[in-house]
């Protein structure tokens, strides 16, 4: 069997064919693409319809390909930015990016309205300045015109499946990440919006879908236009990370994983939510998951900070690469310097060097001069806080996570997991790096019923790519770096 995924990240996609034999997943790619954002009057705006173009380009090259016998199509993206349709189904305006300073000062705005604590009880979500709450009232506050004419709101990957489709609908995982839905009741939380919005319409509210569902066939001008069948449309585990932990192999269900990309998402996967002050207090997060069930997690900054060092480098004109940057860090010496990777001058983008040496200047630390030294900074940075999410973990679920699974690109970098076994003293299992795209088309298998449940699928994945192990080491280091990176946080 063949299944098509498309896997939208913040700076490129990818369409990828799974074939599936009965006992093994391969992967190839068919389709890649740019899909930066585009700054345009001031507003970091994503290019919806080139974006849509390129997914339209990656079914004819898999046609081309000779792939013509595709039984569906899925496709994931990043979380919370949505788009709005008139009521004659015509896209308003293009999306803006989550990254956009719209939202500054919004969840000051939200909590005076309603409070922290009713926020985050009746949605269980972390709060983040980009979460589509916040854009919403942004966008309310600015008497948006589009808003004011909206008849229907659609995350990314609904809307893309609207335009294949013509079915309105939003699946599970990508609304939970909105702070719009409540996970208790298992509907959007209506009452809370329109007390933090006065004057919302929140009629644009679609029905939620769970992952895994057959949206319905592409349409019949898609497949005029395209010169192809009309396929079904999956509604996959639309938020990336959702399909992502539809991949990890775990090897005990207590162990977390993380998915390691532009952000790190490091939680644990349980059957219901956690909402409690102790979970609001460290800013922990229940998003959905496939079965309906939850992804306990903590949002860290992740690999965006070495990815902006590496655009700053080559907007001056050098040559530069992960691989490069990554042996230049294993040179350099281990723990000049430590930040924290969640301060908040590292969620803007521009000058990430200039931001990593202020700061160690600020706090009173050598401050590191070449690239060696600033990647290897982030790296050990990034691994001590992973140790903290995980200790964030074990005090809410109140057990010992046994082991790290790390998932996505950000596998690959074999010095980060080596200094991540190191700073949370337990093994961690790296692999398989596409985990988004093995995930989307590991939902469609079980949505067309060639694979029977989760637990099959996770097997499947165990059996088809190879997983790496890492052994902590280095340990009393470790451990003063880590009371550093506390004292650096006033704990």
């Known amino acids: 069997m063949k299944v098509l995924a498309f896997d939208y990240g913040a700076s490129s996609g990818r369409a990828i064919l799974g074939e599936f034999d009965g006992k093994k997943i391969t992967l190839t790619e068919l389709h890649r693409f740019g899909s930066d954002p585009v700054m345009m009057n001031e507003t970091f705006t994503w290019d919806f319809l080139r974006l849509f173009f390129e997914l339209k380009k990656g079914i004819i090259n898999t046609y081309n390909a000779g792939h013509s016998d595709i039984s569906s199509i899925g496709i994931d993206t990043w979380g919370v930015d949505f788009g709005l349709l008139s009521k004659e189904g015509e896209l308003l305006g293009n999306p803006v990016h989550y990254r956009d300073s719209r939202t500054d000062g919004m969840i000051e705005l939200a909590c005076e309205r309603s409070s922290a604590k009713e926020i985050f009880d009746t949605t269980g979500i972390a709060f983040q300045k980009f979460n589509t709450l916040y854009q919403l009232l942004a966008m309310k506050e600015s008497n948006s015109v589009l808003l004011e004419n909206a008849d229907t709101l659609l995350f990314i990957p609904d809307l893309f499946n609207y335009f294949l489709t013509g079915k309105k609908y939003c699946e599970y995982t990508i609304t939970s990440t909105s702070q719009l839905y409540d996970p208790v009741k298992g509907d959007w939380a209506k009452d809370l919006i329109k007390k933090v919005i006065p004057g919302i319409n929140t009629d644009i509210l679609p029905e939620v879908i769970p992952a895994g569902t057959q949206v319905g066939p592409l349409t019949d001008s898609i497949c005029q236009e395209l010169g192809i069948k009309p396929v079904p449309v999956?509604?996959?585990?639309?938020?990336?990370?959702?399909?992502?932990?539809?991949?990890?192999?775990?090897?005990?269900?207590?162990?977390?994983?993380?998915?390691?990309?532009?952000?790190?998402?490091?939680?644990?996967?349980?059957?219901?939510?956690?909402?409690?002050?102790?979970?609001?207090?460290?800013?922990?997060?229940?998003?959905?998951?496939?079965?309906?069930?939850?992804?306990?997690?903590?949002?860290?900054?992740?690999?965006?900070?070495?990815?902006?060092?590496?655009?700053?480098?080559?907007?001056?004109?050098?040559?530069?690469?992960?691989?490069?940057?990554?042996?230049?860090?294993?040179?350099?010496?281990?723990?000049?310097?430590?930040?924290?990777?969640?301060?908040?001058?590292?969620?803007?983008?521009?000058?990430?060097?200039?931001?990593?040496?202020?700061?160690?200047?600020?706090?009173?630390?050598?401050?590191?001069?070449?690239?060696?030294?600033?990647?290897?900074?982030?790296?050990?940075?990034?691994?001590?806080?992973?140790?903290?999410?995980?200790?964030?973990?074990?005090?809410?679920?109140?057990?010992?996570?046994?082991?790290?699974?790390?998932?996505?690109?950000?596998?690959?970098?074999?010095?980060?997991?080596?200094?991540?076994?190191?700073?949370?003293?337990?093994?961690?299992?790296?692999?398989?790096?596409?985990?988004?795209?093995?995930?989307?088309?590991?939902?469609?298998?079980?949505?067309?019923?060639?694979?029977?449940?989760?637990?099959?699928?996770?097997?499947?994945?165990?059996?088809?790519?190879?997983?790496?192990?890492?052994?902590?080491?280095?340990?009393?280091?470790?451990?003063?770096?880590?009371?550093?990176?506390?004292?650096?946080?006033?704990?």
């Open 234 to 491: 999956i509604a996959v585990a639309e938020h990336d990370t959702g399909s992502a932990v539809v991949s990890v192999p775990f090897y005990d269900t207590k162990s977390a994983y993380l998915s390691s990309g532009t952000w790190s998402l490091l939680g644990l996967e349980l059957d219901k939510p956690v909402i409690n002050d102790k979970m609001r207090e460290l800013n922990y997060t229940n998003e959905g998951g496939i079965n309906n069930n939850v992804r306990l997690l903590k949002n860290i900054m992740g690999l965006w900070i070495t990815q902006e060092c590496k655009r700053h480098w080559e907007k001056q004109g050098e040559t530069v690469t992960f691989g490069g940057l990554t042996e230049d860090a294993a040179q350099a010496a281990p723990f000049a310097c430590i930040i924290d990777v969640d301060d908040a001058r590292f969620f803007e983008p521009y000058n990430m060097p200039k931001k990593i040496q202020e700061y160690c200047a600020e706090t009173g630390q050598y401050v590191p001069q070449t690239k060696g030294e600033i990647i290897r900074c982030v790296n050990e940075s990034l691994a001590l806080k992973y140790r903290q999410a995980i200790e964030g973990l074990e005090e809410i679920v109140g057990y010992t996570i046994p082991a790290l699974h790390v998932v996505g690109g950000g596998c690959q970098n074999k010095l980060l997991n080596q200094f991540t076994a190191n700073a949370i003293n337990r093994t961690v299992y790296a692999g398989p790096v596409e985990a988004t795209a093995i995930g989307n088309i590991a939902t469609q298998l079980i949505s067309l019923g060639a694979v029977k449940s989760l637990a099959e699928a996770r097997e499947v994945v165990r059996n088809s790519f190879d997983i790496d192990e890492y052994l902590p080491k280095d340990g009393d280091a470790w451990e003063a770096a880590y009371a550093k990176l506390l004292k650096l946080q006033g704990k």
